[in-house]
């Protein structure tokens, strides 16, 4: 008798996973936008590289071919876009990104023998607390809330927030508040001297925060589509 085992086989794993992308809303004119895109790149070059990018082109009627150009112009300023989004698939060439829709956090689920129900499960937290400094070139990413850092932030490192941002010391890094939409999140420090400050899409860079508020406690909030800045005290 001829008796063969059966390969074992292997369950396919899946697992969900959700990044912070940097969305680009391209206006016409193209050119002049490119310019205001090469001027940031002035200000903080290599900012964007290796972080993912998505091109929204709701705003603009675009061909194919005016498409791949503009892909063209951005990897020639090292944005690689991971996805479009605001346009028709018909008018993305073979070698384009794919479309991308609803832009919302995926959970991959399967179904499951009934079991025991399992004891409830603890709320999310909505801030993240951080006793120690934030050195150069990490990145802390917490989309549910509010962080708050007890030390400094250090330059190349940046704070990424779903609300505000407190900071007990120094931030010399990058601080981004309200990337799910909250324009009413705030950033707070006791001595700014930061690269770049966001709150819900809207920035200032280190060039354009009044000298006067260097070294000193401030808050920066929005007011309609305007950033400000002001002293704590």
Known sequence: MDVRADPTRQLVRLRGRSYVAFVFSPVVPIV????????????????????????????????????????????????RVLGIEGVEEERLGANMPPLLTGGRTCVITRSEPAQKPEPEAKPKPTSLLLESPVRSGQSIIFIEGDVTVLGSVGSGAEIVAGGSIHIYGTLRGRAMAGVNGNSNARIYCQKIEAELLAIDGYYQTAEEIDESLRNRPAQAWLQGDTMKITPLN
């Open 32 to 79: 002049e936008w490119l310019a205001e895109i090469d001027a940031t790149l002035a200000r903080s070059p290599g900012y964007f590289v290796g972080k993912p990018i998505v091109l929204d082109l709701s705003s603009v009627d675009l061909s194919g071919s005016a498409i791949s150009h503009l892909l063209g112009s951005l990897g020639e300023r090292n944005i």
